[in-house]
């Protein structure tokens, strides 16, 4: 297996890492936002991929197995033979407990019993301070990682420009933009996590939480008002102060944080690819 340039270059300080450090994975959740983005950019780094979807799937240039973390049918067959579990498959819509927590231990005993080395576990900024009923499950999903049978990392991202967009869409549909417009984000590039999770993987593992966010911290107006001329579009920002112990923390930058390194790609950088011309910028 090749040595993993693109990552090196970019993280000078793994130069020393030999092709015979590479290692074969398991990637959970590869079908998802971050799944669809890690696959092929570990692919392409060298690493021999096994791809872990609820159905039958092919393509990609990696092995597909099924699995289903609710149920833990076919996760000793998914984890047989791999070095390491990237683990990022989560539910936040239904289920959440079942599979994130309850679907986390399976995995983690199931590659405790087949000799796993490393479970590395992706999960999000803010869940020990932010007050989410999503954020408590992942929260909970970590401490099952910490307390199990596997040599462990975790990389807490913050949000995606994606996840942003939907939230300012949403927030849209009745004319104005709706918001609390002191609340903090800091979006993080998927593909920038991605480099970040094959630098984790060849490090091997570190047993501790690993914050990484993007570039810069934007309050929520001012990501508005970029989305809006990103887009060309003349909408007025209606503000709506959020209550409570949730809206504290938002606007404290529970979302957040100063933990280096960090991305490149800021979200203008994202506006200009997604609408095209500077007007995001």
Sequence with gaps: MRRSLGVIAAYPCLHWLTPAQAMRVLVTG???????VAVPRLRDEGFTLRAMSRGPRTGDGVEWVTADLATGAGLAEAVAGVDAVLHLASSPQRRTHDIDVLGTRRLAVAAGHAGVRHLVFVSIVGVDRVPLGYYRHKLAAEQVVAAGPVPWSVLRATQFPEFLEGLLSGASRL?????????????????????????????????????????????????????LAARRVRRPLLPVRIPGRLGRELRAGGLTTTATPTGARTWADHLADTYGGTAGR
């Design 175 to 227: 004319g104005p933009v709706i918001g609390d417009r002191a609340v903090l984000a800091q979006p993080v590039d998927p593909g920038e996590v991605a480099d970040r999770l094959a630098v984790l993987l060849l490090a091997g593992p570190s047993n501790r939480v690993e914050d990484f966010g993007g570039p810069e911290v934007l309050r929520y107006d001012e990501a508005a008002r970029a989305w």
């Design 30 to 36: 590869a079908t998802g936002r971050l799944g669809r």
